[in-house]
């Protein structure tokens, strides 16, 4: 089957805007994950969700990021009132469980975040 | 969180084994050991993955330490395709599955 599509691919706004970043995960995979990130840099984990429960958000930056996923399926990732340090790779990952620490994870292509 | 110490980069040859290490000296009981890939400008994709034994799959081989606190993953035959960076990773049992990347280790393939 089809495996994660995140969209848009590239998405360019000003400071101050709000973008929504949209993850549709492969389906039948209950545990979906946000990850970011900034160029040259390892990934930061954002926000993980097991079915459409969010029972770990450590990693969201600040109050100005948030998240909601529906019917266990797809997930978006609000970030209001954009910043120039938001620039990054937003990356979109699930898996068939969180609930089991051997699980694979699959990635999206990511969504190339600009802010000028 | 548990930690990996990575080499920041690695060269090897094509057709050569490339052996590549991590250090997790703090790794628990229940802690997987997750190596994951990125090529250039796409998302990270899973290698392998193990817990105590050592591991072979059709990408690569992972070889454990006895006492855990470090691993070597092996790639038997690296082709230039390999050229990506190579996070360790460990899968913290309680915490969702969620993945804490380091920097990894960067491999260039030479022809």
């Known amino acids: 089957g089809a495996g994660v599509s995140q969209s848009p691919s590239n998405k360019v706004t000003e400071k101050g805007k709000d973008v929504e970043l949209r993850c549709d995960p492969i389906?039948?995979?209950?545990?979906l994950y946000w990850y970011r990130q900034r160029l040259g840099q390892g990934l930061e984990f954002l926000i993980y969700?097991?079915?459409?429960?969010?029972?770990?958000k450590s990693g969201l930056p600040s109050d100005r990021f948030s998240a909601e996923r529906t019917g266990e399926s797809v997930s978006t990732l609000t970030i209001q009132r954009t910043q120039q340090e938001d620039s990054a790779v937003y990356l979109c990952?699930?898996?068939?469980?969180?609930?089991?620490?051997?699980?694979?994870?699959?990635f999206g292509p990511g969504t190339r975040l600009t802010v000028l | 969180d548990a930690k990996t110490t990575q080499p920041n980069s690695m060269e090897s040859n094509e057709e050569e084994p490339v052996h590549l290490p991590c250090n997790h000296s703090?790794?628990?009981?229940?802690?997987?050991i997750h190596w994951y890939r990125q090529l250039p400008s796409q998302g990270p994709e899973y290698v392998i993955h193990g817990l105590t034994s050592n591991v072979n799959n059709r990408m690569a081989s992972l070889a454990i330490a006895e006492d855990r606190k470090s691993s070597t993953l092996i790639l038997h035959r690296a082709t230039l395709r390999d050229a990506a960076v190579y996070y360790c990773?460990?899968?913290?049992?309680?915490?969702?599955?969620?993945?804490?990347f380091g920097q990894g280790t960067e491999l260039s393939v030479k022809p």
């Open positions: 969700f097991q079915g459409n429960s969010a029972p770990d």
């Open positions: 703090t790794i628990s009981g229940t802690d997987y």
């Open positions: 990952a699930s898996s068939v469980t969180g609930t089991s620490s051997y699980n694979e994870q699959f």
């Open positions: 389906s039948g995979h209950t545990a």
């Open positions: 990773i460990l899968r913290l049992y309680n915490q969702g599955g969620k993945l804490i």
